[in-house]
């Protein structure tokens, strides 16, 4: 009978935690101005960007880099440095939105061909 208990919990939780979905508007994002503070060598920085469907601009510690955002669908995109400066910044950046809310989203990150994986929140300023 315990068993029979334990087999029936574990279903019902399994089956529960299975049909959460995070909430993805990721369209309410595509464009807008944003934050995202990422830890570089124990110190956090921040990096503000805007970005209007296809081109992004992003200020960090003074200078200004513009991409190319090509979308592949509504909740992920790739980003293109349009003028790099080492080799580094010549390799696209894939980009997914995992999660949204009200004014941030989530979003996982990796170098295209990279399986290394990294995780931040962007939060819309305007």
């Known amino acids: 009978m315990i068993k029979n208990m334990t087999i029936g919990l574990a279903v019902l939780l399994f089956g529960v935690c299975s049909c959460y979905r995070p909430e993805r508007n990721c369209t309410d994002f595509k464009n807008g101005k944003f934050s995202f503070t990422a830890e570089i060598s124990g110190e956090n920085l921040t990096t503000t960007f805007v970005r209007n469907d296809t081109i992004e601009l992003d200020y960090f510690q003074g200078k200004v880099d513009t991409s190319s955002v090509r979308w592949i669908n509504d909740c992920e995109y790739i980003v293109k440095k349009l003028h790099p400066k080492s080799m580094a910044e010549e390799k696209s950046?894939?980009?997914?939105?995992l999660s949204t809310t009200n004014n941030s989203y989530?979003?996982?990150?990796?170098?295209?061909g990279s399986t290394k994986k990294s995780r931040g929140i962007a939060i819309k300023i305007e």
Not at 106 to 112: A, I, K, S
Request: glycine fraction near 0%.
């Open 93 to 97: 950046i894939h980009m997914k939105i």
């Open 106 to 112: 989530t979003f996982e990150y990796n170098v295209v």
